[in-house]
């Protein structure tokens, strides 16, 4: 079955940098569309960064554009999500997601990103 698992969260100080993870399982990298979401604390769900993976084209919320940076390791199954210059505003729970065609949305569980002021 579908299965994403997150990691690279945690704690850094304004202007710091995290690579988050996504180890992909039970489909093929290729024929996925791969998200990263943010959720903060009392907010929605909110796109940061898409890939489709077979082209490689990418599209980021205007929030992030210039400092994170979603990529794939095809041989690994495993999308990326490079965070520079993280803001305090970047604080929130980051998932993990997986659009297949003819099949639907997955998720991970996310993983916590705090960034200090």
């Known amino acids: 079955q579908v299965q994403l698992v997150e990691s690279g969260g945690g704690l850094v100080q304004s202007g710091g940098s995290l690579r988050l993870s996504c180890a992909a399982s039970g489909f093929t990298l290729s024929r996925a569309i791969m998200s990263w979401f943010s959720q903060a604390p009392g907010k929605e769900r909110e796109l940061v960064a898409t890939m489709a993976i077979s082209s490689g084209i990418t599209t980021y919320a205007n929030r992030v554009k210039g400092r994170f940076t979603i990529s794939r390791d095809n041989a690994k199954n495993t999308v990326y999500l490079q965070m520079d210059g993280l803001i305090p505003e970047d604080t929130a729970v980051y998932y993990c997601?997986?659009?297949?065609?003819?099949?639907?949305?997955?998720w991970g569980q996310g993983t916590q990103v705090t960034v200090s002021s």
């Open positions: 997601s997986a659009n297949l065609l003819g099949t639907g949305r997955y």
